[in-house]
């Protein structure tokens, strides 16, 4: 980069609550052109810029602090930045960490804290997407924001604490930013109906079901909102007497498909299938059908849905109801050969019984106390009497020794030991006692009590042994 960005600007002037509005081409998206001017013309987010919202006080006392803005699109995360900016009289320089390097970002930096020193006023340096920066990068921002010599203001979508790193997120504060209420969406879509800068030239309305499908279909964002609008009254402008209502049929035939929040690489991916996986846990059979749906509408990939759901089959149902993974693996082959829609109705039953069915996590803590003990016990030999002896030598070591052929045993087991000796007794299994784990608690009494007996009487076989197997 050549040059300084602040080459040439005049001096920063004395801050004031609003400044002029720049004005926005009149071809601009409906969104942009309906982008706040001030504070007061921002709804929702009433904790952070109403009356007595601590952003607001803040501007008010011009004691604005660093700033990560975190909330799913739509939700005003550039819009504020921008207010804050203009409340401020700072200087507003944008930056995505999509488009831009951190060695641009370095330079403005660098820029800002000369300019500062000089008199010339704050810097608002707002980088949109920042958890795009790795951890390293995102050390470049401390010094400057440390020292004040520069207003930081992140924006990202998603979770701060896992994306950014605590040297950095301790020196900011975190704002969350909700979805915006259907109050505030049908506030903004009324605004745009009727302002100049908006729609108003148009003269259409929209009938209180119309607003309320694009509300519906908006699901908190403001701008999927008023994209939403600009599409149908477009569509419908010239065609529609002005005294006739849009109506909800008119929407719907514009908007053709709902398009859900669903970021398949995001928090929103982990926390839907975390609710799919909760929900059948708790055998809510009703929300476990709303998120599987929920999931397949948004546009996640069935295959991994149905990954998940046999995963939860083997670790949360288990034995006490061993029929389950076959279950999910029928409806997994069925929406393979039939795919959508028909296909999803196969996912939808196999939820149904996996939510309905008894559960039981025996298995995977077995399989937990296992893994554990494994790691933490040195390799315990394997026991000579189930050791394998194909050779003299073996069979002169005492390979194989005391064994008893299990199907000729009067018990049909020998009672061998069968575990190193350092974990003689050691139980991994533990049936949880529901559903046919509690049938199967009674057959694993049964076959200790005949070990023992086996154990007690010497393991004498009934006949004369079959010879030992290979394996």
């Not at 930045?81 to 700072?90: C, P, Q």
């Not at 006023?121 to 440390?146: K, M, S, W, Y």
């Not at 995963?311 to 029929?323: M, R, T, Y």
């Not at 608690?441 to 290979?470: F, I, Y």
Request: charge should be negative.
């Amino acid at each position: 980069m050549t040059g300084s960005l602040f080459d040439d600007l005049p001096q920063a002037e004395p801050a004031r609550e609003t400044r002029e509005p720049a004005s926005v081409p009149a071809d601009s998206p409906l969104a942009e052109r309906m982008r706040p001017r001030g504070l007061d013309e921002v709804v929702g987010h009433e904790s952070v810029v109403g009356e007595h919202g601590f952003l607001r006080r803040a501007i008010d006392a011009d004691r604005v602090q660093s700033l990560i803005l975190w909330g799913p699109p739509g939700t005003g995360k550039t819009t504020l930045a921008h207010l804050v900016a203009e409340a401020t009289a700072s200087r507003f320089v944008p930056f995505s960490a999509v488009t831009s390097g951190i060695k641009e970002v370095r330079q403005v930096m660098t820029d800002a804290a000369r300019l500062r020193k000089a008199g010339g006023g704050r810097t608002l340096l707002f980088v949109d997407e920042i958890h795009r920066f790795n951890r390293a990068q995102q050390d470049a921002f401390l010094p400057f924001v440390e020292r004040g010599e520069i207003v930081l203001v992140g924006a990202t979508t998603e979770n701060p604490s896992f994306e950014l790193n605590g040297a950095l997120m301790s020196r900011c504060r975190v704002v969350v930013l909700e979805p915006l209420d259907a109050d505030a969406i049908d506030t903004l879509l009324r605004r745009a109906l009727t302002e100049p800068r908006g729609l108003g030239d148009h003269g259409l309305e929209l009938d209180d079901e119309a607003r309320a499908t694009i509300v519906q279909l908006a699901a908190g964002d403001a701008r999927k909102a008023l994209n939403l609008l600009e599409a149908v009254v477009l569509d419908v402008a010239g065609t529609t007497p002005d005294d006739t209502p849009v109506d909800r049929d008119t929407v719907t035939r514009v908007v053709q498909r709902k398009v859900l929040l669903y970021d398949r690489d995001g928090e929103e991916h982990f926390n839907l299938i975390s609710a799919l996986h909760k929900s059948l846990r708790d055998s809510d059979v009703d929300a476990s059908v709303y998120w599987l749906v929920r999931m397949l509408e948004a546009g996640e990939d069935p295959g991994y849905i149905a990954r998940r759901m046999l995963v939860f089959a083997s670790e949360d149902v288990g034995l006490a109801d061993p029929a389950a993974m076959g279950r999910v693996l029928e409806a997994w082959n069925t929406f393979d050969r039939l795919g959508h829609p028909e296909g999803a109705m196969a996912l939808v039953q196999a939820a149904v019984y996996l939510a309905s069915a008894p559960k039981s996590n025996a298995v995977y803590r077995a399989w937990k106390k296992a893994r554990q003990v494994v790691a933490e016990r040195p390799a315990d030999p394997v026991p000579k009497v189930i050791r394998n002896a194909p050779t003299r030598l073996m069979r002169d070591l005492g390979y194989g020794d005391g064994y008893v052929y299990a199907h000729d045993a009067e018990e049909g087991t020998g009672g061998l030991d069968c575990l190193p000796d350092a974990l003689a007794g050691t139980r991994f299994f533990e049936p949880s006692g529901a559903g046919a784990e509690a049938e199967l608690a009674e057959r694993l009494d049964d076959w200790r009590e005949r070990r023992t007996r086996a154990q007690q009487t010497g393991r004498t076989p009934t006949s004369k042994p079959k010879p030992k197997p290979s394996h």
